[in-house]
Structure formats: structure tokens, C-alpha cells
């Protein structure tokens, strides 16, 4: 029996893949911008879409931090290839 990793960290995904401990499926945000010689991704086709998205409670208004905050996001978010933003 081989030896089976799981975990829901990308950080600890990517580290197991580097480490020649196996291989795994994640969104291609996750290597976007990544430099390392030591991996290679390799895109699944058709592509698919998933949505993310920011929440805040409604019974009161977002401070200051908060808008700062999902402000770096949408700015961020211009940079991810294929990402649209919406309001």
C-alpha cells in the first residue's frame, strides 16, 4: 500500500508536490505567478469556473479596513487571467 496524503492547505499541496510526494488538482490561481523550477503545472481542458466572493453583514456598515480590503481584492482580481468582476 503506498502512503496517502490530504490536506486543504495549497501551501502544503504545492510543498508535497515540489517534494516529489505525488501530485494534485488545484485552481490555476494557485500557480499563477509562481516561479518555481521545481514544478510544473499542466492545464486541464475544458477549463472550469468556480466564483469567489466577499461577504459582510448587512446590519451594519463595512469599515474602513473592510472596504480597503475588497478593494485590494477587485484590483487584484484584474491581474487573474479570464477573472471579471461584478458587483
Not at 21 to 42: A, C, E, F, K, M
Not at 60 to 76: H, T, V
Request: with cysteine.
Amino acid at each position: 500500500m503506498e502512503p496517502e496524503f490530504e490536506t486543504t492547505s495549497s501551501l502544503v499541496v504545492l510543498s508535497l508536490c515540489k517534494q516529489g510526494l505525488g501530485v494534485s488538482l488545484v485552481p490555476s490561481i494557485y500557480v499563477h505567478g509562481l516561479n518555481d523550477s521545481d514544478l510544473t503545472s499542466r492545464p486541464i481542458n475544458p477549463e472550469r469556473w468556480i466564483s469567489f466572493g466577499a461577504f459582510t453583514a448587512k446590519s451594519s456598515p463595512s469599515s474602513d479596513i473592510q472596504r480597503e480590503f475588497i478593494a485590494n481584492l477587485k484590483e487584484g482580481a484584474l491581474h487573474w487571467p479570464g477573472a471579471r468582476l461584478e458587483d
